[in-house]
């Protein structure tokens, strides 16, 4: 096997081993505070867990960033409790998915490019324009997508049981995103054939490998 080979099954594994960890987690956010429900509010004991993982996360990876998510998502249970208010326990998951359609939608603006399409660059560098218009789409749709899933979430979570709010955020999330790059393969696969036929697991790395990029941007920028 060469070393490009290896590398790349190594960066395959890593990616399906994390995305098994967080739906695991996610599920757990779920499924244990609906065990301890008769002894603790379920918007306080999923807080608690939120907070765990994201001191884990943060000492096993030594990362600030988690800690101090952990030091705001303590402050939130701190405000749920006393204000006895179930519904501050959606902040976290509204405030992640405007995050991420914030992401996405930042780079719409004109003269910007559109960040699938900086994705796509890092395999084949410029694009066909009748690709970069495509991806400028599929920026929108992931933009729109999330966007949907915050106002989703306060919808439900206002006017729906907890545990109603709790099975579509923690659970049904990962599905539904699964769902819109199943949909995005099948869209490319059967009308626009002329575009390359990336799978899903091949986005997914591409998206990776970009991250690494931006970190290693980043992390030259703060040393020079």
């Known amino acids: 096997m060469s070393p490009e080979s290896a590398s790349t099954t190594r960066s395959t594994r890593s990616i399906w081993l994390l995305a098994a960890v967080a739906i695991v987690l996610s599920i757990a956010l779920h499924v244990v505070p609906q065990l301890l429900r008769d002894s603790f509010d379920p918007a306080w004991s999923m807080l608690v867990l939120m907070i765990v993982d994201a001191c884990v996360v943060g000492l096993v990876v030594r990362s600030r960033t988690a ?6 998502l303590a402050a939130l249970l701190g405000a749920a409790v006393l204000l006895h208010q179930q519904a501050l326990s959606a902040l976290p998951s509204i405030a992640l998915n ?3 359609a914030g992401v996405f939608g930042a780079t719409l603006r004109q003269g910007d490019t559109p ?4 994705i796509a660059e890092l395999d084949g560098g410029v694009l066909a324009p009748p690709f970069a218009r495509y991806l400028r789409a599929l920026t929108q749709a992931w933009a729109i997508f999330f966007v949907t899933m915050a106002g989703l979430s306060l ?3 206002l006017y729906a049981p ?3 709010w709790s099975l579509f955020v923690n659970v049904l999330m990962w599905p539904l995103v699964g ?3 199943a949909v995005e393969w099948m869209v490319r696969r059967f009308a626009f054939k ?4 990336h799978t899903p697991l091949h986005i997914v790395a591409s998206i990776v490998a970009y991250q690494r990029q931006v970190g290693q941007m980043r992390a030259a920028r703060r040393t020079g």
């Open 162 to 164: 907890f545990e109603w």
């Open 67 to 72: 800690l101090l998510v952990g030091g705001v």
């Open 98 to 100: 405007l995050m991420l």
């Open 115 to 118: 960040l699938i399409v900086r």
């Open 194 to 197: 002329e575009l390359p036929p």
């Open 179 to 181: 769902m819109m790059f």
């Open 155 to 157: 919808v439900l979570i």
